[in-house]
């Protein structure tokens, strides 16, 4: 066993866990942080996105022990307690979700694609950066209408706060 120790949504945290453990199985087992689901364990799916130093991945790709002494953020870290992320009110208002089995993914993929865009994202470029989440629910259409509604809101916020 190993202890790992790492940041999860802002708070340090430690568990001891065998050396072959999936960050995810980490996140949901020792942290009780269901919200980052288990699809396939392979990453063809990408339910288990969580943003790992800033920067989305596949948790089920990364052992823990590897993520030990990083940042790690969820879902369930990804706004204030009572409050929803941009990106999760605009999967709300757009209906970008149904069973919502891969909506913690997605919105997780979502957000970091749009603070890498700089704000240019077109329906071509949401597609392809949501290429390696899976929905079998929606078809994508709502998805990307979210995708690209948060988008604009996030930057229009952006934009005003420079002036």
Request: glycine share 12%; with cysteine.
């Amino acid at each position: 066993m190993t202890k790992v120790t790492l940041t999860v949504n802002g708070r340090a945290v430690s568990g001891d866990c065998d050396d072959r453990t999936l960050l995810v199985h980490f996140i949901r087992e020792k942290l009780g942080l269901t919200g980052t689901h288990v699809g396939c364990d392979t990453t063809q799916c990408g339910a288990c996105v969580v943003h790992l130093d800033g920067k989305s991945v596949k948790s089920c790709s990364i052992l823990a022990v590897q993520a030990a002494g990083s940042s790690v953020t969820t879902i369930e870290g990804l706004a204030p307690q009572g409050q929803l992320h941009p990106v999760q009110a605009a999967f709300n208002e757009h209906h970008g979700l149904q069973c919502g089995f891969c909506t913690p993914g997605m919105v997780m993929t979502a957000v970091d694609l749009i603070g890498r865009s700089g704000g240019d994202l077109d329906e071509d470029k949401v597609r392809h950066g949501l290429e390696g989440n899976i929905c079998r629910c929606t078809g994508y259409h709502n998805i990307v209408k979210a995708v690209l509604s948060a988008n604009e809101q996030m930057h229009g916020e952006v934009r005003q706060a420079a002036e």
